[in-house]
């Protein structure tokens, strides 16, 4: 979402220099380029999305898995330190761990013992072989399907760095944040399947052949009713004796994104895993379409008409906005009520400082 502000801001460049002067127009034609190419982007990450679930599940399996794992090589009865001080590996707990592993004493650990190893540590006790061979993949270096004392040495310290161990005091909350991970993912998972059951969902060419057509549409009927809204605004503020800039951002947002708001807080009112993720998704999807399909056709008009770009108080709150929104939502998988709060307060905060910048500092 961050990324989707880059053509504001070269656009705004071309304001160093004469919009209708070569230069000028060159920065127009890239930012409508960016916002293009960005909207590509998002199309084709909202095709592989399912394949991006996957990956994240598995890794959310991948660390769970190492966490759990660590965790048990903790629970051992002579209760050493796995890391030292220092944050290295204590090697000789580590090697004395191997040895409790290998069962028949023989210095290599293989497949058989692997697996009695996971049935012992994972509380449910289903061990399938996807699991085994993750493991033996991290281990087996030689891949000669046994793990000996120095593949499993280099193997447990570079578990360790993946889950940034710097003690072993806090395995257990790195170990807790794995798992809820991994729990939100399979509800999500279940969620969708008992959703599709009794359903005839249609078919990947059937979505992608919709959505082309409705971009085609939208982008069509953008195009289309651009001057007729603007001279719209234009007209209904001189008649009504209300500012255009209320009209323009405080009316026209409303109307546009009203069918957006309603849609949110219906899926949010189900209170499910899938309809909070679907309800971030499309507050997120909006914002994107926004900055680039949206920003991409104005730009082409202001561009292909040598119309001139000065809109940047508005770019100065949008990159604003968006930054804050995207900078707090990007480090978080759980949005606390708070802030909401911040989402709210953004709104009439932008209002306030686009008024100040245009008629107050000047910048109109």
């Known amino acids: 979402m961050i990324l989707s502000i ?3 801001i070269v656009a705004t460049i071309s304001m160093a220099f004469d919009n209708t002067s070569s230069i000028g127009k060159l920065f127009l034609l890239l930012a409508c380029i960016l916002s293009l190419a960005g909207l590509l982007a998002y199309c084709l990450y909202q095709i592989f999305t399912p394949w991006v679930q996957q990956r994240r599940k598995e890794i959310a399996q991948k660390m769970f898995l190492k966490a759990t794992m660590i965790d048990r090589f903790l629970r051992h009865e002579d209760r050493a330190s796995l890391i030292d001080e220092n944050g290295n590996l204590n ?3 580590a090697r004395r761990l191997f040895w409790k592993i290998d069962l028949d004493k023989d210095g290599a650990v293989d497949k058989k013992e692997i697996s009695l190893l996971l049935r012992a540590t994972l509380a ?3 061990v399938d ?7 033996m993949q991290e281990y087996d270096t030689d891949q000669n399907n046994q793990i000996t004392v120095e593949e499993f040495l280099n193997g447990t310290e570079k578990w360790c760095k993946d889950l940034k161990l710097h003690s072993q005091n806090n395995i257990v909350e790195k170990r807790d944040e794995a798992e809820e991970y991994l729990n939100d993912l399979i509800s999500l998972e ?3 399947e008992e959703e599709a059951e009794g359903e005839n969902p249609p078919t990947k060419s059937q979505i992608i052949t919709k959505a082309i057509f409705l971009l085609i549409i939208g982008t069509f009927l953008a195009a289309v009713f651009a001057d007729p809204l603007v001279d719209a605004v234009n007209d209904f503020s001189t008649a009504s004796y209300i500012p255009s800039f209320f009209i323009s951002f405080v009316l026209l947002p409303f109307a ?3 069918n957006e708001a309603v849609s949110s807080i219906l899926f949010a009112a189900r209170k499910k895993k899938k309809n909070m993720s679907l309800t971030y998704s499309q507050i997120y999807g909006g914002v994107t379409m926004n900055n680039t399909m949206g920003l991409g056709i104005f730009l082409a008009v202001v561009y292909f008409r040598g119309l001139v770009w000065d809109f940047s108080s508005e770019v100065v709150i949008v990159c604003l906005v968006v930054i804050v929104m995207g900078l707090l939502a990007s480090f978080r998988r759980i949005f606390p009520t708070w802030m909401a709060g911040i989402a709210l307060i953004l709104y009439p905060i932008s209002l306030g400082l686009v008024a100040i910048l245009d ?3 000047g910048w109109e």
Do not use: A, K, L
Request: proline share 4%; hydrophobic share 30%; no cysteine.
């Open 91 to 93: 090697e000789g707990f």
């Open 6 to 8: 880059i053509p504001y």
């Open 124 to 126: 449910h006790g289903n």
């Open 190 to 192: 279940q969620e969708e």
């Open 359 to 361: 008629y107050v500092v």
């Open 256 to 258: 546009s994104n009203s």
């Open 129 to 135: 072989d996807t699991m085994v061979e993750h493991f």
